[in-house]
């Protein structure tokens, strides 16, 4: 998968996820919840040296884009 898929799925999986979690929880608390409990997995997976994937890849621009999301909001 190259950087511009990467980036162009996690952008959209962020986009769900922000929109799911702004549907049930409008305070934004939600969002925040899943962007620590990603960013949990992704520390996880680090510890096990399982993070050189395509998918922590994404997991790791998703991340980032959550948090993006959480500033704009």
């Known amino acids: 998968m190259s950087s511009l898929d ?9 986009c769900v996820v922000d929109a799911l979690a702004s549907a049930i929880d409008p305070t934004g608390a939600s969002l925040r919840l899943a962007r620590r409990h990603l960013g949990d997995g992704l520390l996880l997976a680090e510890q096990m040296d399982a993070a050189d994937s395509p998918v922590a890849e994404i997991v790791r621009v998703l991340i980032a884009n959550l948090e993006e999301m959480e500033t704009i909001h």
């Open 6 to 14: 990467t980036n162009q799925t996690a952008l959209a999986l962020a």
